[in-house]
């Protein structure tokens, strides 16, 4: 019954694409897209209302690229500069996306600091984060040696715990190119998991 | 199917996605408070008030010197109109011939129609002479007020340049104040 199937589930990424595409900024103002608008007009606590909405996407975004100890700072940053920023983005139906783009920019800009400034272990796998268990960190391991794609649907899935609709409503990406990643990384991973206890 | 689960949480759980959740589950995102600046910054383009306001001075003199430029073509064009007008004829000659003129006896009525005739034609030429000089005159008086009323217009024009000028250099003062209280104190909220 889950089991996916059709060529357009094939491509998520161009699926994401399309249904970006589709939304357009005619569409009717949902909710969190008044809430945008509301902080446009100077509204302050319709920004920390959309902070309590989006932070665990933020956070699972990041969490699938930065050192976990990083991951905090680097939410404030975020929502720092999309407050900031709030003025460029004409389509108030779109912040979910716009956000996510965001997050992303700046885990890109984390790495790229870092370099700058001292050598890091390249390998994430290997820098899970201090203060984690044991058992976390191993799965928070594994999950990161996963195709990025994979890897930021799946950590949204475990640690925010957001269901598959609620990914695809926070980050602007289509139900079907999450579901195709959820069902994609997660097979990835039990091998992954196979090969770990076999070893 | 088991991925029913995993999607939303529909469905007979999976014992792995479970594990997964309850293990990953304790590095969710525990939300800080959010530390805003006071206000949020105005968008770029109203950051730069200096140069909006050298861009609408730069405009206005464009216009104003597009608008003179304009008129004083406009002018040239009405003199040299007024120069193609009727031309000042000069009958000294003619007059002079008139009146050294002596006929001779045989030739008496002949001659006497003959004077009568530059008699006839001095007259007329004298009557347009007239007429053409009238003509001179008054487009020489509607050029002299016209050129009055451009000069009126002229200055008209250039005090309300300068007034656009003061207005747009106050609240170029006005702004930059406004920036140097942010930039002391911060902006207000």
Redesign the interface.
């Known amino acids: ?3 996916v199937k059709g060529i357009a589930d094939l491509f998520p990424v161009s699926n994401a694409r399309q249904g970006a595409a589709q939304a357009g900024p005619h569409r009717a103002a949902s909710p969190h897209a008044r809430l945008v608008e509301a ?1 446009k007009g ?1 509204d ?1 606590q319709a ?2 209302r959309l ?2 909405l989006y ?2 996407m ?3 975004i990041l ?1 699938a690229r930065v050192p ?1 100890n990083d991951v ?1 700072d680097l ?2 940053e975020v ?2 500069h999309a ?2 920023r ?3 983005l004409r389509d108030a139906n779109a912040f979910g996306g716009w956000l996510a783009m965001i997050t992303r920019n700046r885990a890109v800009d984390y790495h790229r600091r870092s370099r700058e400034m001292e050598e890091l272990p390249l390998d994430l796998a290997h820098n899970a984060g201090e203060g ?2 044991a ?2 960190a191993e ?2 391991t594994l999950i990161r040696t996963l195709p990025e794609t994979y890897r930021e649907t799946l ?1 949204l ?5 957001m ?3 609620e990914i695809a409503e926070r980050t602007g990406l289509t139900p079907a190119s999450v ?1 195709v990643n ?2 994609r990384g ?1 097979k990835l ?2 091998e992954k ?1 196979g090969v770990l206890e076999t070893t | ?4 689960y ?4 529909s ?1 007979e759980p999976d014992a ?2 479970l594990r ?2 309850r ?10 408070p ?4 006071r ?3 105005l ?1 770029r383009w109203r950051l730069h008030p200096t140069l909006a306001a050298a861009a609408v001075l730069v405009l206005m003199l464009l216009g104003a010197g597009v608008w003179l430029a304009l008129h004083r073509s406009a002018d040239a064009t009405t003199q040299r109109l007024i120069i193609v007008g009727p031309r000042p004829v000069s009958l000294v000659g003619l007059y002079r011939r008139a009146e050294s003129f002596q006929p001779s006896v045989g030739d008496q009525g002949k001659q006497n129609a003959d004077v009568r005739s530059d008699a006839e034609r001095a007259s007329r030429q004298r009557r347009r002479l007239e007429a053409g000089q009238a003509e001179i005159i008054l487009a020489r008086r509607a050029r002299e007020r016209r050129e009055e009323r451009m000069m009126r217009e002229s200055e008209e024009a250039a005090e309300k340049l300068m007034l656009a000028l003061r207005y747009a250099s106050s609240k170029l003062n006005l702004v930059q104040r406004q920036i140097q209280v942010n930039k002391e104190h911060g902006p207000a909220s």
């Open positions: 019954m889950s089991e902080v100077g302050r920004f920390d902070y309590d932070g665990p933020v956070h699972g969490l976990w905090d939410v404030q929502f720092l407050f900031k709030l003025d460029s984690v268990d058992e976390a799965a928070m950590m899935r475990f640690v925010e715990g269901t598959g609709p579901r959820l069902h997660m991973l039990r998991m | 199917m088991k991925d029913d995993l999607w939303d949480r469905g792995e996605v997964l959740e293990t990953l589950g304790r590095l969710r995102h525990r939300p800080r959010l530390e805003l600046p206000s949020r910054p968008p």
